[in-house]
């Protein structure tokens, strides 16, 4: 009976040994699987790596509102010449920005000397759906699958073993779908599939509309917000402002955020973390101090009301090109101060 | 949950795992019953009451059956049980469907009419369970079994997770009698259950679900759509309803394989059907024989006039089309298939003595078959009468005013895929993996499945027979 049981227990595990092993293979021999918006951009951006030195990575926050041109032209007014490249995505919160960052780093660009990243908490949320299944699942590696389960259960040291229980039932649908997610990634669901359609389409077409006018990554925006808009964006704000406090960074943000500066100088680069000028006011800190990199915040309406202005703004979150091109200026000049000081 | 996705392999990993560890049958029983409301919860835990409701009626009625031999008491607890399921269905499936026609009617006539309808989801699976449920009472009153004593094996029949949702339509005769006896590990084909769920998976995921996205392109406008794009996109929906449906078939059957019950064959190469009789006797055949059993036989089945025998397989398909959806569209569909029945019986009279003829009607009757059921289904998947008029007329007339065009070099697809189903026809691929030793099956199982995986697309497509 025994041996019988042992030998039922050999196949199965031989079974999944194959499976994970072929899957694994596949995996090393098929080109990564990157969805529209990050393909393009990180193509362009491993083409003509050797020419950029400054990088901007972040979200629709930083895609349409940092022009490279603008920054390019007042650093060299200011004596700090930069060549930049803005690799802003739509949508791209924590874990993907990290992900995305080390997908740019392997392509080894030689003139890299500043990365600036965009701060913000890890986005675990079932509503991150609305992305598609595609831009969910390639940044789904263990170690991104990990931070975001880690936010998901978030299990404080001070808790009882019901809390923990309850904080597993209460993120039961976030666990679901990232591990799911990890599964599919990690069984290459779909690869083929993306691999014969790569053949049928020429990436370089959506270049023109991903990479912007000027073909650095910076996109135009839309046209400024409503009177009615307007309205509420400002009486929201005025929300915000008064709720405003400083706000700790959740703490997995954080440690992925220390080992994201490391890997940024073990490359050779300095990190400059960014905190754009969204609608949310309570200006994002570390819990540890110093902070990993050196923290420039800008959704603060009070210091900065110029950005805040709804003649500058599409919404909540995005600034008109008039808006970005304040904003460019305001990050070029801090940038500036910053790289002079000794 | 569906079985193609992941947390299927993890539920169904934790199920077979405890089934086979328990040694009594009525623990088995009770940790299926569990799981299988699991397994219907995950979907929406507020419609396992019904269910739950359902099985303890059937229960009941089956236990009073059982007490009376007074005919008059008999049929009213079998009306009851009867009126208690289709009922069910009546408000969940088809109230807003007779609501809104009856409106409709009533406008035609000139007599606006404010309706209400009812702002409900329809419950996963109701269509099969309710027939599960009702097989057991008619059984039971029509003496084909006796009433069973435990409410738990009727429940875990209703409820049995790998057939509730879409079937197959299995018996209460052919299923109860496996639930009572105890299962042995030993006499489960492993091998052959893990084949067929692999073959239903890419039947589903990697066929059906590439398919989707040019039939859901072609339906959302018919009209904007040349005539040739009319033909490719209904072969594809053919193949998508054929690999949707019994793919999940396949993988149902497997999954209660290897927990040791046996469901019936659904699907049996209706692409090489050679009449329209025959091909009910391989598409769907657990929802035909279902039919035939309960509705068209009662009816009168084939004895009596022939156009007795005509009205009863029109009503028969009619009924059949209303199952599929609440809507015109399979109303007629069931219709049209009824009619070519019809037709096919009256063809038989006349060629009844030229067995001559009948000889080279084969390839026709085959030729035929095909190009009726994809005229049916036409109507079936568009999504409203005036679309269905479109679509009919660009396939059947080869008439279309639209521009846009699917390629007419996907039907290479088709030959391919074509291809493939013959050779398994012809069994080609039948039973050669059963000669390997278990180890190197096992490595060749896993190589295989690490090479599907690859070729589904990462977007999942539901179940077409869920939505019935």
Redesign the interface.
């Known amino acids: 009976m025994n041996k019988r049981l042992t030998?039922r227990f050999?196949?199965?595990a031989?079974?999944?040994?194959?499976?994970?092993?072929?899957?694994f293979i596949?995996r090393a021999l098929l080109p990564p699987s990157l969805p529209e918006g990050v393909a393009e951009k990180l193509e362009f951006f491993a083409k003509h790596k050797d020419e950029f030195d400054t990088l901007f990575l972040g979200s629709s926050r930083f895609y349409y509102a940092i022009s490279p041109e603008g920054f390019d032209q007042l650093t060299r007014e200011n004596g700090v010449p930069t060549r930049a490249f803005n690799f802003g995505i739509d949508g791209m919160n924590p874990p993907e920005t990290f992900y995305v960052l080390e997908q740019i780093l392997k392509t080894e660009p030689r003139s890299l000397k500043w990365i600036f990243v965009e701060v913000d908490n890890i986005e675990t949320k079932s509503h991150l759906k609305i992305l598609?299944?595609?831009r969910l699942?390639y940044w789904h590696d263990w170690p991104r699958t990990a931070l975001t389960l880690k936010k998901a259960i978030n299990p404080r040291p001070s808790t009882t073993w019901y809390q923990r229980l309850n904080r597993l039932w209460t993120a039961r649908r976030e666990l679901?779908l990232h591990?799911?997610l990890f599964?599919?990634q990690f069984?290459?669901?779909?690869?083929?599939?993306d691999f014969f359609s790569s053949w049928n389409e020429s990436r370089s077409l959506k270049w023109d509309l991903l990479l912007g006018p000027k073909g650095d990554g910076y996109r135009l925006a839309g046209a400024p917000m409503t009177p009615e808009r307007a309205e509420h964006f400002r009486r929201k704000l005025a929300e915000e402002v008064s709720a405003s406090g400083s706000e700790f960074i959740d703490p997995y943000a954080e440690s992925a955020y220390r080992e994201c500066a490391t890997r940024i100088r073990r490359f050779g680069a300095a990190p400059i973390f960014v905190v754009a000028p969204g609608i949310f006011q309570s200006p994002l800190r570390f819990r540890e101090s110093p902070p990993p990199a050196p923290l420039l915040v800008f959704n603060d309406s009070k210091t900065y009301p110029q950005l805040y202005d709804t003649k500058v703004r599409v919404d909540e979150q995005h600034l008109t090109n008039e808006g970005a091109a304040e904003f460019t200026r305001l990050l070029a000049l801090e940038f500036v101060r910053h790289a002079r000081q000794p | 949950m569906l079985f193609v996705e992941f947390r299927f392999f993890w539920f169904f990993l934790a199920v077979f795992c405890v089934y086979w560890s328990l040694r009594e049958n009525r623990s088995r029983k009770i940790w299926l019953l569990l799981c299988s409301y699991v397994f219907y919860a995950a979907w929406n835990w507020k419609f396992l009451f019904l269910l739950m409701g359902s099985s303890a009626l059937d229960y009941f009625v089956g236990r009073m059956l059982a007490r009376t031999e007074d005919p008059r008491a008999r049929r009213s607890w079998l009306l009851l049980s009867l009126g208690a399921n289709l009922g069910t269905l009546a408000v969940f499936k088809y109230f807003n469907f007779f609501v809104t026609s009856a409106a409709t009617f009533l406008a035609w006539l000139g007599l606006p009419a404010s309706v209400h309808t009812l702002n409900i989801i329809l419950p996963v699976g109701i269509s099969f369970y309710t027939f599960h449920s009702m097989s057991y009472t008619i059984d039971v009153y029509r003496g084909k079994m006796r009433a069973i004593s435990s409410l738990l094996d009727v429940a875990a029949f209703i409820g049995f997770f790998p057939q509730m949702v879409a079937g197959p339509i299995v018996r209460a005769s052919t299923f109860l009698p496996q639930l009572r006896t105890l299962r042995k590990f030993s006499e489960v084909d492993v091998r052959g259950a893990l084949v067929l769920f692999l073959t239903g998976f890419i039947k589903k995921a990697c066929i059906a679900d590439s398919l989707a996205p040019f039939v859901d392109r072609y339906f959302a406008a018919p009209g904007s759509f040349t005539a040739g794009s009319a033909w490719v996109a209904i072969t594809f929906y053919s193949i998508q309803v054929y690999c949707d449906f019994s793919g999940y078939t396949d993988m149902a059957i497997a999954s209660a394989r290897l927990l040791g019950y046996e469901l019936p064959v659904n699907f049996n190469f209706p692409f090489f059907a050679r009449s329209m009789s025959d091909f009910w006797h391989r598409w769907h055949i657990s929802l035909s024989s279902w039919l035939r059993d309960y509705l068209f036989i009662p009816l009168g089945g084939s004895r009596g006039p022939r156009w007795f025998v005509y009205r009863n397989i029109m009503i028969t398909m009619l009924l059949g089309g209303l199952w599929h959806g609440a809507a015109w569209t399979t109303v007629i569909w069931g219709g049209l298939l009824g009619l070519a029945l019809v037709v096919q019986r009256k063809w038989q009279h006349w060629t009844e003595h030229g067995k001559q003829a009948r000889n080279w009607t084969r390839w026709l009757g085959w030729a035929l078959t095909m190009y009726w059921f994809c005229l049916a289904l036409m109507v079936f998947r568009a999504l409203n009468l005036p679309d269905a008029f479109v679509a009919v007329r660009s396939f059947a007339l080869f008439r279309s005013e639209g521009a846009q065009d699917l390629g007419a070099w996907m039907l290479w697809i088709v030959v391919a895929l074509g291809i493939v189903h013959w050779m398994n026809f012809r069994g080609t691929f039948a039973n050669w993996w059963r000669r390997a030793p278990d180890p190197v099956f096992a490595v060749a199982y896993g190589c295989a499945a690490a090479t599907v995986f690859l070729f589904i697309p990462p977007h999942y497509t539901p179940f077409i027979y869920f939505q019935f």
Request: glycine fraction near 16%; hydrophobic fraction near 40%; charge should be positive.
């Open positions: 030998y050999v196949c199965v031989l079974g999944l040994g194959a499976l994970l092993t072929t899957s596949y598609g299944t595609r699942l679901i591990l799911g599964e599919k069984t290459n669901v779909g690869r083929a599939v």
